[in-house]
């Protein structure tokens, strides 16, 4: 039986669990949709990790939740090049990731300010205007 990796990607408030798995040709599922029926764009950043590495031989489920397309695409990226290095196993490739974009290992912490109270509709540290008379 052939190696199963579990691993999850973050970005923003997207969340992507990648499932690879060794096969004979490269075949990817994003929420039971093939990878081909996405824009271009997402499929870019999607197919990143897989470019870098060299890597075309494998089976990749993904379920992702949350955030909008360009961090769900950016979770994705991040689950499949951490089950990458998992897979097999290879510190070359960890340190050609993190040469490329530290990212695709490391989640980014940058995420959206909570509003807060009383400024709720207009941005998270909006404040009434002074008036100086």
């Known amino acids: 039986m052939s190696e199963i990796v579990l691993e999850t990607g ?17 075949k990817i599922v994003v929420n039971k949709r093939p990878l081909e029926e996405f824009d271009e764009l997402f499929k870019l950043k999607v197919m990143e990790p897989l470019e870098i590495s060299g890597i075309k031989n494998l089976d ?10 360009v961090g769900q695409a950016e979770a994705i990226a991040q689950g499949i090049a951490k089950g990458l290095i998992k897979l097999t196993k290879n510190l070359k490739l ?6 490329y974009d530290r990212h695709l ?13 009383s ?10 205007q002074l008036s100086k008379r």
């Open 119 to 128: 400024r709720s509709k207009k941005g998270a540290r909006r404040r009434k």
């Open 60 to 69: 990749i489920k993904v379920n992702v939740k949350g955030g909008g397309l």
């Open 94 to 99: 960890r340190n050609l990731f993190i040469e």
């Open 10 to 26: 973050k970005r923003k408030s997207a969340r992507a669990r990648v499932r690879l798995k060794k096969s004979n040709s490269l």
């Open 105 to 117: 290992l490391v989640r980014d912490p940058r995420v959206n300010e909570p509003h807060k109270p």
